[in-house]
């Protein structure tokens, strides 16, 4: 199955890197701009990978579908759901301009992330525009080529400092034969708890989220297993349009007002008393939170439970991802020197000098 839209731009961006590796000139890589508000501020010319779109292949019977990086997110989806199919991680869009590239450099993933994996775990094979001025492919097509880890990986999360990310290869998954959701109500010490218990019983939950006084499941899988975990816990039924409000950060607890946080902690983390009202979200390893509290007492709360706090409003912090510990700080820097050494690419993006 291909996509109508199929346009190979790469030697187009090839040369224009080139050219700025010629010049000294620093490249902001933009696709989509849905993210543009995570990390520090990039000043360079610009680099739009969206002329560089399309599904390249698409395999429904290996769960394997690869895309160039300009293709719009919501392309993709349509072609897996049209084949009953899905991407697990439940990558969030922001907007309808997504691309596939913008996807997996900010590797940002929905409330299934802790019960299916996150949008690194299922890169299978990359193709890059590195800091070398050469378009190399890593990674491959099967679940065999990367059982090593390769850079196609470290692409993930990268927010594009390391390289222009050109094309990816993905793993996708059938679509669940049943899904339900369920609002229960309870306090949230006693919704943490629940949690940590049904962790480790084979509930079919997919995702949990609590507000402060309801507790949301979502259940999934075949029909019977669904059902009964139903039956068992009991609740209101809840608008599975909950999860993707909740994604799409459009539940009222988004709208503007306080500078919003998220930060990712270790599983069953109890309830913290963070300064200000927030939102437990992948059954508790993830909390958003609203403050005006400074930016190095939130992550310092972060750091102390082993996770770490990310900025989500644009300008409130000159450190919106949480500071490194020096020996990560010289691994992060390592690796820029080694991929991108005149450091073009979206050069302090995520910390400064790197």
């Not at 609002?183 to 940590?196: G, Q, V």
């Not at 109890?270 to 927030?278: K, V």
Request: charged fraction near 20%; include cysteine.
């Amino acid at each position: 199955m291909l996509n109508p839209v199929n346009l190979d731009a790469s030697a187009a961006l090839l040369e224009q890197v080139n050219q700025a590796l010629q010049n000294s000139t620093p490249l902001r890589i933009q696709g989509g701009n849905s993210k543009a508000f995570l990390g520090r501020e990039v000043a360079g010319e610009i680099i739009d990978t969206r002329p560089h779109r399309g599904i390249v292949t698409y395999d429904p019977t290996e769960l394997v579908i690869t895309a160039r990086a300009g293709t719009p997110l919501s392309e993709l989806c349509a072609a897996l759901d049209a084949q009953g199919q899905m991407l697990p991680c439940e990558p969030p869009s922001f907007g309808d301009d997504a691309t596939v590239g913008g996807m997996v450099a900010a590797g940002l993933s929905g409330p299934r992330r802790p019960w299916s994996g996150s949008v690194r775990d299922f890169v299978l094979g990359t193709r890059v525009i590195t800091g070398h001025g050469k378009h190399l492919r890593f990674g491959g097509e099967v679940m065999k080529n990367v059982a090593g880890y390769d850079l196609s990986r470290l692409l993930a999360g990268s927010f594009g400092c390391l390289g222009l990310l050109t094309e990816v290869s993905l793993k996708v998954l059938p679509k669940p034969r049943q899904c339900s959701s369920i609002a229960l109500e309870m306090n949230i010490d006693r919704a943490l708890l629940k949690l940590a218990e049904w962790g480790q019983q084979p509930m079919p939950i997919s995702a949990a989220s609590h507000d402060g006084k309801v507790l949301r499941l979502r259940l999934e899988g075949g029909e019977g297993s669904v059902a009964a975990a139903h039956d068992r816990l009991g609740g209101e039924v809840l608008a599975p349009s909950y999860w993707d409000d909740l994604n799409q950060q459009r539940l009222a607890f988004f709208n503007e007002g306080l500078p919003l946080w998220r930060l990712s902690l270790p599983n069953n983390i109890g309830h913290l008393a963070l300064p200000g009202e927030q939102l437990i979200d992948w059954g508790g390893a993830q909390r958003w939170l609203k403050s005006d509290a400074g930016a190095e007492a939130i992550q310092t709360i972060a750091s102390e439970v082993g996770g770490h706090a990310l900025c989500y409003s644009h300008g409130v912090s000159d450190s919106p991802f949480q500071p490194l510990a020096n020996p990560l700080l010289r691994y992060h820097r390592q690796l820029k020197a080694q991929l991108d050494p005149q450091g073009i690419f979206n050069p302090g993006r995520m910390y400064a000098g790197i």
